[in-house]
């Protein structure tokens, strides 16, 4: 049971900075395991920071610097011996805009599948897992008749659902999407939203967003930074029907960001 318990992620004491300025201030977060936890607040408040610490992607830019702690999965990902291939394998990350490989439905698919399994499958082995992976991202009736075309000529909302199932051969554990519905429009926003709630139990998935009907539609908790720091962390509904902090409520009206 207290397995059970132990969140999907959890930081203390989380600081980050770009050179000499904090752009996160002492996070302390539990992020449920198998939930939907979204990330609301105003533009440049710490949300894709935050994001991106998760799996050190922010570690790309040289000047970045960070103190505290960050656990997946109850690992210290931060530790010195972690391996960054492996964490990113358990921590799968989805971005604004879709970023399929210019090569075909099957191959983007089977891609990071066949990096961490070098061996290989057979072909019979591999078409039930591109037909498995297709079937949970809701995308198998559409592309079964078209697994050997590009990938870049499926429309928008195929495209990010691909980029999707392009992570799960490898089973991470925690999906972060960054505003995943930012470049589409709203039916296929919908769909993506469809499948987000379909994935939660199967995954722990933290969504970054400024749709604040997003937000309050597709998740099961919600978290509202402000300049760096925490302001609020609680249930949706509570949040968008009563929240805690006076903040909190200003920015759900609409009264600033």
């Not at 399994?117 to 591109?130: C, I, K, M, T, Y």
């Not at 908790?221 to 903040?247: N, Q, R, Y």
Request: glycine letters at 6%; hydrophobic letters at 40%; one cysteine or more.
């Amino acid at each position: 049971m207290a397995e059970a318990r132990e969140p999907a992620i959890r930081t203390r004491g989380l600081n980050l900075w770009y050179g000499d300025f904090q752009a996160l201030f002492d996070v302390d977060l539990d992020i449920a395991r198998g939930r939907v936890t979204s990330l609301i607040g105003p533009s440049g408040c710490g949300k894709s920071t935050f994001l991106r610490s998760v799996n050190r992607i922010i570690e790309r830019l040289d000047y970045v610097r960070t103190s505290g702690s960050i656990e997946v999965m109850g690992q210290d990902v931060l530790a010195s011996d972690v391996a960054l291939t492996q964490l990113r394998r358990e921590v799968g990350m989805v971005f604004q805009r879709p970023n399929p490989l210019p090569i075909s439905v099957r191959r983007n698919v089977l891609f990071a599948h066949r990096l961490h399994n070098p061996h290989g499958q057979s072909r019979a082995e591999e078409d039930e897992l591109v037909e498995r992976v297709l079937r949970e991202v809701l995308l198998w009736d559409q592309v079964k008749d078209r697994l050997d075309s590009l990938a870049t000529g499926l429309s928008l909302e195929e495209q990010q659902k691909l980029c999707i199932a392009r992570l799960l051969p490898v089973k991470p554990s925690v999906l972060l999407m960054d505003e995943p519905c930012s470049a589409l429009d709203p039916e296929a926003t919908s769909a993506v939203e469809e499948l987000i709630w379909e994935l939660r139990g199967d995954y722990s998935i933290l969504i970054v967003t400024h749709n604040m009907a997003q937000a309050r539609r597709a998740s099961d908790e919600c978290i509202f930074m402000l300049l760096g720091k925490v302001v609020e962390h609680a249930p949706t509904g509570d949040m968008f029907v009563t929240p805690t902090h006076s903040e909190t409520a200003d920015y759900i009206e609409g009264r600033y960001g």
